[in-house]
């Protein structure tokens, strides 16, 4: 399975933007897919899960911001990001916790 993330760039502090994942096979079957980021320096770390059924959780730092997403008819995962910060900015993964990672997409929040 490929997870192919896009929709990253750059965008002013207090700004939105939302980032995609989409799958190469049906993500029906994966029960849990999420999203994490890793930014320079640090390590990588979990910013949203959506289950199958839709239910979510977010990181603390990200919680009332963030919103978590998924289409299974599109096989696709989403984060939609209201306001972004300069802390935001990473290179955020698509994971499927089946066992599958996307090859990430930058996010550059400018202050």
């Known amino acids: 399975v490929q997870l192919q993330a896009s929709g990253g760039g750059l965008v002013q502090a207090g700004g939105s933007l939302r980032i995609s994942c989409v799958a190469s096979?049906?993500?029906?079957?994966?029960?849990?897919m999420g999203w994490f980021r890793q930014a320079p320096g640090k390590q990588r770390e979990l910013v949203a899960t959506v289950t199958s059924g839709g239910s979510t959780n977010y990181a603390g730092s990200v919680k009332g911001r963030f919103t978590i997403s998924r289409d299974n008819v599109k096989n696709t995962v989403y984060l939609q990001m209201n306001s972004l910060k300069p802390e935001d900015t990473a290179v955020y993964y698509c994971?499927?916790?089946?066992?599958?990672w996307g090859q990430g997409t930058l996010v550059t929040v400018s202050s």
């Open positions: 096979e049906s993500i029906i079957s994966m029960n849990v």
């Open positions: 994971h499927a916790f089946s066992g599958y």
